[in-house]
């Protein structure tokens, strides 16, 4: 049955697709709203399953976000809810429900976003929530609590996008400014040194951004005008070039087209051109840069096969994309979470019809 997609959002073994209609489809793992038992285990593959099913019985969203085994959504009552494996962050200790229920203390949210421990919501105004464990400074406030409350991130101007890696947050504001906090061992923060940071900063970059993507250790902005810059980690060369580690700071990344779109994955990034084009970099472990193979690429590469893609999404070692006709998917697949392709798929599979 062909569907009408709105969004995509990827996360750990779970795939969440935003309906034109509001509705949202799950499959994959924990986190993509089909009931699992107690005691789940998020490393396992049991109890997936390939086929789609309406998340929160064909309740309506605006937003959503897959995270860790955990998913985040936005009603269309404005109700922000929860659903998957969540050890933290959880509701009066509930830890495992894949049925939506209400994250009090946060009113008229528009956007939400999920990570592995930590989790941040944006309301109508700009103000931006986080809560749950708050290593490294990642909620960007003080907190006595080891696993935290929903409670404001202050010294923070409107925000319109917050991205989470491992234990740090980036932060778009209205304005296109960009601000970071949390964990630095990579200089994932782009502030120029190290150390962890527990208040937001401000990175300085040359141009109004305008949209962020970000990694494990990595982040990537987008500009005005389609250039692309990263900084954090580059192990595996997920910031396009081969001359260092990481980076502190802020670096040009050479994509043969102009971009209109960025996503990151666990440590290799994506970007879909103006033309519809998608290119690739970074680690390959597990065919997630659709390649047809595993080499890892510390340069952007055109992805083959894929054309008039509309948006795109990367999970922890996979990605997705939307195409005219189809929705594609590409990298590990141990949990269904593109379809019936291969546990490893090396190049883009078409799993699922658009209307």
């Known amino acids: 049955m062909p ?13 969440l697709a935003l309906l034109a209609s509001g509705e949202v489809l799950g499959w994959g793992g924990a986190g993509s709203g089909r009931y699992t038992p107690d005691n789940v285990d998020i490393c396992s593959t ?4 390939q086929e789609p099913i309406y998340v929160g019985q064909s309740a309506r969203f605006s ?8 998913s985040l959504g936005v009603s269309d ?15 009066d200790g509930r830890a495992i429900s894949e049925i939506p229920t209400c994250v009090e203390k946060i009113t008229s949210p528009i956007r939400v976003t999920a990570g592995q421990s930590s989790f941040a919501a944006i309301d109508q105004s700009g103000s931006l929530y986080t809560w749950g464990l708050n290593v490294d400074g990642v909620l960007g406030r ?16 409107a925000a319109q996008q917050v991205g989470l890696g491992d234990h740090f947050m980036i932060v778009l504001s209205r304005q296109g400014e960009v601000f970071s906090f949390g964990s630095n061992s990579a200089g994932q923060l782009g502030l120029g040194h190290l150390k962890n940071v527990d208040t937001p900063a401000q990175v300085e970059l040359p141009s ?34 081969s001359q260092s580690r990481y980076s502190r700071t802020p670096l040009m990344i050479k994509v043969p087209e102009k971009v209109k779109a960025i996503a990151a994955g666990s440590h290799f990034s994506l970007a879909l051109s103006v033309t519809g084009s998608v290119y690739s970099w970074g680690w390959n472990g597990f065919g997630q ?16 096969g894929l054309s008039e893609i509309e948006a795109i999404a990367a999970g922890e070692m996979y990605a997705t994309a939307i195409g005219k006709n189809h929705l594609y998917g590409w990298g ?12 490893k798929q090396l190049v883009p599979y078409a799993f699922w019809p658009i209307g």
């Open 289 to 304: 840069l659709g390649l047809n193979d595993v080499a890892p690429r510390n340069i952007p590469v055109k992805i083959p």
């Open 46 to 49: 049991r109890n997936t399953n």
């Open 77 to 91: 009552r404005q109700e922000l809810l929860i659903w998957g494996f969540s050890p933290v962050g959880d509701r």
């Open 142 to 157: 003080q907190t006595e609590q080891i696993n935290a409350s929903p409670g404001v991130v202050t010294e923070l101007p």
């Open 63 to 70: 937003s959503v976000s897959a995270g860790y085994g955990v």
């Open 332 to 343: 590990n697949n141990d949990s269904g979470q593109i379809g019936q392709a291969a546990q």
């Open 208 to 241: 109004s951004v305008r949209c962020i993507a970000v990694g494990s250790t990595h982040v990537l902005s987008l500009d005005d005008e389609g250039d692309l810059i990263g900084w954090g980690s580059n192990q595996f060369g997920q910031l396009g070039n």
């Open 3 to 15: 569907y009408k997609f709105q969004a995509v959002s990827a996360g750990k073994s779970q795939t």
